[in-house]
């Protein structure tokens, strides 16, 4: 610059006067238009030209030197910011925020390595506002920040689609564009030489990132990655601390549930040991649980606690079985009570939903106890059932004999035999399954009060009648679960209900019958009363061949209907059952009366001319109803 010249002065003065107060770039170039305007000489004109390219040169230093300022504070502040930040996300969310601050864009985002997956995904976002571009996955070397992982290198673009320096895929690039991408800027976060993630700047319309704005976002990188490590390090040491803690909470726990367990076990065992009921222990569960419990027999009987065993008990005591251990039924809890492999009930808890593992094993640890009992019961009633079994088998061979000291004798065995029972006759269809079916009475009465012995072939059960289910029902029930207890089919046959020796001598005999009538008939593992079966029970009694009988008057119609597919033996049941009417028949075959006609009448031309005639009509009858019997 030339030595100053008089007529400059003032210029010079207003430019100063400019820089010390900050004025825009354009303010500078006014001095010298407004001196051309005035008419300055030439040399004052290149006096003022010369000082403003000095001021201006000035000014752009000055400018730089605030702006370098600026970043270097908020550097410092962003660094006092992140190593206040003990939370990740807070971490995450401060650093993509000030980046978008320092560098002034439209948004700022950063990814994170996935190892699992073996690519990068979206971590946080700041400014985004498509969902698209938020769920991205970008995978090694794909896109811009698939490169910068990489490389672990800054890389800037002033315009996303155009570039061609990285592999484009279709998703990324649909993302970028749902967001409305152009210029992006992204480094990477290192650590040790390891890229941990990559943080980007981007704006919504071209935009050219000086080397100033990449060093800019290199170093809040190299903050941000520290800072990262730190808050990572921290999360990580608290979940150290916590999981410590939760060992040393689960260890406690554990030692108080052993010794709450000790003692329970001691306080039902002591009750066991004093000869305690089924009631007094399950009273004593609930009290340590602090629930209601119901104990429940093989059947789903109630033995104590609550009645009625709601639906579903067969079901969660087969799961408890399968399982070895209690398992949930809605807000209750249920555990199989077993001896060996040997169901022999079950425990309900209820009002304990949310049952813990300690409390569960006490739970099952009562299933024990109340097993020990149940056995000890079961070994008691086998003794006592023994002894009145001799009484039994004594009524049953001679009832007569003396049957007032046969009363006395059942009342002191607590047999009151004055008072109504049923007698059911159990026949094993396995050849040498007597034994066994005898053991399986046993069980199936254990908690009652009756009382079977072996007799002859068969097993007798007597049964007080108290009026609730008739001799057929009994007979039914009793065939289902000594079947179920044997492993085979067993047939049961059951007289009229009787009281007094000589009665239930009587109806002994009439059960032996009913038994004989369901083997004739071909129903092996049935129950059923000499009632049911009516007279033909006592006719088949005896053993008399039905099959031949069956087959000798209905063989012509069975072959035909075999045949043919017709239902003329249906059709002749009908008939009889309606009385001999046309038309009630009709109805009940849901035909026309022209197709009853014309059925008769080929029943007519197999059977003969005489099948209506009253002798022969009694043996279609017999047959039919024998037949029925057979198949039911």
Not at 565 to 593: P, Q
């Amino acid at each position: 610059m030339t030595d100053p010249i008089p007529g400059a002065a003032p210029a010079l003065r207003r430019l100063l006067d400019l820089l010390a107060s900050g004025a825009a770039t354009e303010d500078f170039a006014g001095v010298l238009a407004d001196a051309r305007l005035r008419g300055e000489p030439a040399d004052v004109l290149a006096a003022i030209d010369d000082a403003t390219w000095l001021a201006l040169r000035v000014h752009r230093t000055l400018r730089q030197h605030r702006r370098r300022e600026a970043e270097l504070t908020a550097l410092f502040d962003t660094a006092g910011d992140l190593a206040a930040s003990r939370d990740l996300d807070d971490v995450l969310q401060a650093i993509v925020r000030r980046a978008r601050l320092l560098l002034g864009t439209d948004t700022a985002y950063l990814t994170l390595p996935d190892e699992a997956a073996g690519d990068t995904y979206m971590r946080v976002t700041d400014g985004s506002v498509s969902a698209l571009f938020q769920n991205l996955r970008l995978s090694l070397g794909d896109g811009l920040g698939g490169l910068v992982a990489q490389s672990a290198r800054p890389y800037a673009t002033p315009d996303y689609r155009t570039d061609g320096r990285f592999h484009h895929t279709g998703q990324i690039d649909a993302g970028v564009l749902d967001e409305g991408l152009v210029a992006i800027i992204g480094v990477p976060l290192l650590l040790g030489g390891r890229v941990i993630g990559v943080l980007f700047a981007a704006d919504r319309s071209p935009r050219a990132f000086s080397p100033d704005e990449v060093a800019l976002l290199c170093s809040l990188a190299a903050h941000a990655a520290i800072a990262l490590d730190t808050a990572k390090s921290l999360a990580d040491t608290r979940a150290a601390l916590a999981g410590l803690n939760s060992a040393n909470a689960v260890i406690q726990a554990h030692s108080a549930a052993v010794q709450r367990a000790e003692q329970a076990h001691d306080r039902l065992t002591d009750l066991v040991l004093r000869g305690a009921e089924v009631a007094d222990v399950a009273a004593e569960v609930a009290v340590l649980l602090d629930g209601g419990i119901a104990v429940h027999d093989a059947d789903g009987n109630t033995l104590a606690g609550q009645a009625g065993t709601g639906a579903g008990l067969a079901e969660a005591v087969a799961a408890s079985r399968a399982e070895g251990r209690a398992v949930r039924r809605g807000d209750s809890w249920v555990c199989v009570v077993l001896a060996g492999q040997e169901p022999l009930g079950s425990l309900v808890l209820s009002g304990r939903p949310g049952l813990d593992d300690a409390d569960r094993r006490l739970f099952e640890r009562a299933g024990v106890v109340t097993a020990l009992l149940l056995l000890m019961r079961r070994s008691v009633a086998e003794t006592e059932n023994r002894v009145r079994g001799e009484l039994l088998a004594d009524l049953l061979t001679a009832p007569d004999r003396d049957p007032a000291g046969l009363v006395a004798r059942g009342r002191r065995l607590g047999v009151d035999l004055g008072r109504p029972h049923l007698v059911l006759v159990a026949e094993a269809a396995a050849p040498v399954g007597r034994g066994r079916l005898a053991g399986a009475a046993g069980r199936y009465l254990f908690g009652s009060r009756g009382v079977s012995a072996e007799h002859g072939e068969n097993v007798v059960l007597l049964l007080p009648d108290d009026g609730s289910t008739t001799p057929g029902a009994a007979a039914e029930q009793a065939a289902d679960r000594l079947a179920r207890l044997t492993g085979f089919p067993v047939t049961v046959g059951a007289g009229r209900s009787a009281a007094g020796p000589p009665a239930l001598a009587a109806a002994h005999a009439e059960a032996v019958r009913c038994v004989r009538a369901l083997r004739v008939l071909g129903r092996p593992g049935d129950g059923a009363s000499a009632q049911a079966l009516g007279f033909l029970g006592v006719l088949l009694g005896d053993g008399h061949d039905v099959d031949g009988f069956v087959g000798a008057t209905l063989g012509p119609l069975l072959d035909y209907d075999a045949r043919r597919g017709t239902e003329l033996v249906r059709t002749l049941r009908a008939y009889f059952d309606s009385g001999s009417s046309l038309t009630r028949a009709k109805d009940e075959l849901h035909v026309h009366v022209n197709t009853v006609v014309q059925r008769l009448d080929r029943i007519e031309a197999l059977l003969g001319h005489d099948w209506n005639h009253p002798e022969r009509t009694l043996e279609l009858q017999l047959a039919l109803r024998l037949q029925l019997l057979a198949d039911g």
